[in-house]
């Protein structure tokens, strides 16, 4: 692939999963857009309607190195994200705007494995190893979201970095990290960064 693939609302891009249906987006190192967008006709105008865009079933090889292989920033009908693996990204996934379901992923290397934003979103099982973040937050809010079963490991910066403005109601459940060795960039496995924060929980 060499240009943005466009996932319109109500259609579902999927392949039989990995090793079988393999994407490569190595030569979009430079590019200045996502591999994938989700909910938009073209860069800057979304779809109408409040029927859910979807992928999922891929194996994803590189993308932009400023840019997210998959983006999902829709403010209304959401996104579903699940059963891909995302090797080499700058940013692996941006989940923001509303109601964004993610799970069964995993990403490994590059900058930000998930960068988070918004409201209502739901991410299950995911693995993130060898990036400078795990998970990190964005913008100017981060709320009313859940993350289970979240493993992330051998992070060079921080498995959690919150740094969003605001967040309110996130809860992470059954979260695992992993460091075999301590980078001199380590900030923690979780890092808050922020100026406010309600009703953030980290369980198990």
């Known amino acids: 692939i060499t240009g943005t693939v466009f996932v319109h609302k109500g259609q579902h891009l999927y392949g039989v999963g990995e090793g079988g249906s393999k994407i490569d987006a190595t ?9 994938f967008k989700l909910g938009f006709a073209s860069t ?5 309607g409040t029927v859910t865009a979807e992928i999922s079933g891929l194996w994803i090889n590189g993308g932009p190195a400023n840019q997210p292989v998959i983006d999902c920033n829709i403010t209304n009908s959401g ?12 940013t692996g996934i941006n989940i923001a705007g509303v109601q964004v379901r993610a ?3 995993q990403i490994y290397g590059g900058n930000i494995g ?8 739901q991410l299950d099982q995911i693995s993130i190893l ?3 973040y795990g998970i990190a937050t964005s913008g100017s809010e981060c709320a ?3 993350v289970n079963g979240l ?29 075999n060795e301590q980078f001199p960039t380590f900030l923690g496995f979780i890092s808050v960064n922020c100026s406010n924060a309600r009703n953030v929980t980290f369980n198990g």
């Open 27 to 35: 030569s979009m190192t430079a590019y200045g857009a996502p591999v």
């Open 44 to 48: 800057g105008v979304q779809d109408l």
């Open 79 to 90: 996104a579903n994200v699940h059963d891909i693996v995302i090797n080499a990204p700058g």
């Open 103 to 105: 799970s069964n992923l």
């Open 114 to 121: 998930i960068q988070l934003s918004g409201n209502t979103h």
């Open 130 to 132: 060898d990036a400078n």
């Open 144 to 146: 009313d979201t859940t």
């Open 151 to 179: 493993t992330v490991g051998f992070v060079k910066y921080a498995g959690i970095q919150l740094s969003s403005t605001a967040h309110a109601n996130v809860n992470l459940t059954g979260s695992s990290f992993v460091l």
